[in-house]
């Protein structure tokens, strides 16, 4: 399959990149890994006039921490975040979900901020993100903004975010809720995208859960936190019974996708058997 | 538009003029005639199109050729070294690691990568590493043994 006609530019700091978003409006897409855009061009579900190539920017790469926050650049690829001491220590469910994003070819080169632009419903990022509190920052010619996960993930495909901006970084909390976190996934088996995956991140303070934050993938078509299960935790002990009760009724008034693979009845009944496990390996 | 790409392909520097839009294994199989680098799927999935991009493993039908400029591949037609074959090669023909071998080019590069990093992998390491490949033929059982074997001759000399 051959995309369509396309012109290529290549950017050497982010604000060259800035300075070509704005040049070609929305005649341009920022390519980083390129590993769901090249796809989408191949079947020409996108025909970018010009692409912007981030993937070689120093400043957008790599995995640092501060204080309080650990700094994920915009192009780390998912095998960067596998192999980072920083994310196994504060934030173990992000270690694990690098291992079940695609396969190695596609942790080799796609890019978490890539991920998470494309807000495809069944990635993986955007619901680690909502679990880990992460804030994404975002550039544009006026300067830089910064968005809470929550607010960031609009819709199918559809995010915070206007043509002429680049994500450089995700920031994820140092948390005791994130150190004890978890995600577990159900994989369509063939394109290895999330059938189900649940993330949960647990702070539990004098053996009660003192911060609960539990989101899923793949159930509807906007990523979500389950407050139902969320609410039902929170000042409870962690234990087998109150899992059972916060499990039993799981994405409770969120309208849940259908396909060939599974159904809407099926796919509820596996979001609440994933978040049960992830839930029960945290307790 | 057309870009000028330089690619070092098995050790050899090409330079290079190419619309943005080709695909780097379009670039390895049409402009340089590597033919060993397969196109199963086109669609990202199959893995037959790996090859080795500054030494990880690459769908080469998941990355236009510009996106590698500067850098280097490494495909099965760089494998061999003074007409000795690499253990994973020789792995393959001693463990019956292929039937119609279409599969196998993509196979032996991914197994590249694991063994680089990880020079003594179990079955389930080899497994997982081999996920993004698909393979029509074998079952995948003489595949595992064939990694195994390369891994056993590279550890032993
Ligand atoms: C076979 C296969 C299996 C996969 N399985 C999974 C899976 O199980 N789970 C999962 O989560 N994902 C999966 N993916 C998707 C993969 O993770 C992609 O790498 C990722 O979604 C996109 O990252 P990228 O760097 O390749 O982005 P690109 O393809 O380069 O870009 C994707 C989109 O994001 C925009 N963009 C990229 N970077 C930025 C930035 N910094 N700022 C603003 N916009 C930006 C681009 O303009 C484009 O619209 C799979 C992909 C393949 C090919
Ligand atoms: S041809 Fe590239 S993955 Fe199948
Ligand atoms: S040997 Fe035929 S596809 Fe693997």
Known sequence: MVPYKVSYHKANSVAEAIELLNKYEDECKIIAGGHSLVPMMKLRLAEPENLIDISGIEELSGITETENFIIIGACATHADIGRSDIIKKHAPMLEQATNKVGDVQVRNFGT???????????ADWPTLLLAANAKIIIQNAEGTREVDADDFFQGLFSTDMEENELITAIYIPKSAANRNSVYRKFPQPASRFALVGC???????NGKVANARVAFAGVSATPFRDSGIEKALEGRNFNAESIEAATSNVANGVSVMQDHFANEKYRRHLAGVFAKKALTDLA | MQVEVSLTVNGKLYKQNVEPRMLLVQFLRDEL????????????????????????????CTMLAVQANGKSVKTIEGMAENGALHPLQEGFHQEHGLQCGFCTPGMIMTAADLLSHNPSPNEHEIREALEGNFCRCTGYHNIVKSVQYAANKMQAS
């Open chain 1, 112 to 122: 978490i901020g890539g991920n998470i632009a494309h807000a495809d419903p069944a």
């Open chain 1, 199 to 205: 993330a949960a991140a647990i702070e539990v303070r």
């Open chain 2, 33 to 60: 005639r590597l033919t060993g680098t397969h196109i199963g799927c086109d669609t990202s999935s199959c893995g037959a199109c790996t090859v080795l991009l500054d030494g990880k493993a690459l769908k080469s």
